[in-house]
């Protein structure tokens, strides 16, 4: 079983929608929560962090965690053709680990 | 990727032969690592360093080795390269451990390297 799992995707989303991204991670200990956007050719960069159960809002952007479900996901709300990314989730208990990462396409 | 460097950022080898890819930083943070990202597995851990000299083993280290002789430079090496190791290299720098329980570290990225093994 991996330690993160993810939507491979491609998930496709009308622009203005929101895309809604998922990620399971099986280590309970696990602590500290990470969405990375990862564009075409180029490196991840952080986009979103969370360490407590509910939701954290940064822009159009929103992470919420639910660690008794081991559950963590990312709302992308107005998404813009310039959303079209891989999004990477990350756990971290004393390692850090990443999911394989869902495509998003964000079409006009 | 403002203050790291990969070099180089393309390379084509055959199998058998070594090959060392370069991550330069200038934001001297003191840890250090080393990704490799093939489809459908993410990115995993090859190797990191908490400081001159010191390094450990990640995930998935049989083949590479590493060095780290000044606080800016981490060099990844794979000593007879195999077509199993084709893929983009990432290096990446934190402020902080990402080992630990405690706390939040932060990865930066660098531009990557794609390497390809004949």
């Known amino acids: 079983q991996k330690e993160v799992e993810q939507n491979s995707g491609p998930l496709s989303v009308p622009e203005g929608a929101i895309a809604s991204l998922n990620c399971t991670y099986s280590?309970?200990?696990?602590?500290?929560f990470f969405w990375y956007r990862q564009y075409s050719g180029k490196s991840p960069e952080l986009i979103m962090s969370?360490?407590?159960?509910g939701d954290k809002e940064d822009g159009r952007f929103t992470a919420q965690l639910n660690k008794a479900s081991q559950y963590v996901s990312l709302l992308i709300r107005d998404s813009q053709p310039s959303d079209s990314a891989t999004y990477l989730c990350?756990?971290?208990?004393?390692?850090?680990?990443f999911g394989a990462g869902t495509t998003v396409t964000v079409r006009a | 990727d403002a203050g790291i460097t990969q070099s180089p950022r393309h390379k084509v080898t055959e199998t058998g032969t070594p090959v060392t890819l370069r991550c330069h930083q200038t934001?001297?943070?003191?840890?250090m690592y080393w990704y490799r990202q093939d489809p459908g597995h993410g990115l995993r851990l090859i190797h990191y360093?908490?400081?001159?000299?010191?390094?450990d083993k990640g995930e998935v280290s049989d083949g590479y080795s590493v060095s780290r002789s000044k606080t800016e430079d981490f060099l990844l090496t794979l000593e007879s390269a195999t077509s199993s190791q084709t893929s983009v290299y990432f290096c990446?720098?934190?402020?902080?451990?990402?080992?630990?329980?405690?706390?939040?570290?932060?990865?930066?990225f660098g531009a990557g390297s794609r390497l390809t093994v004949l």
């Open positions: 990350a756990s971290k208990n004393y390692k850090l680990s």
């Open positions: 280590d309970r200990g696990s602590q500290s």
């Open positions: 969370i360490y407590s159960n």
């Open positions: 934001e001297n943070h003191r840890y």
């Open positions: 360093s908490y400081g001159v000299k010191d390094t």
């Open positions: 990446a720098i934190s402020e902080f451990s990402d080992r630990g329980q405690a706390g939040a570290n932060v990865l930066t």
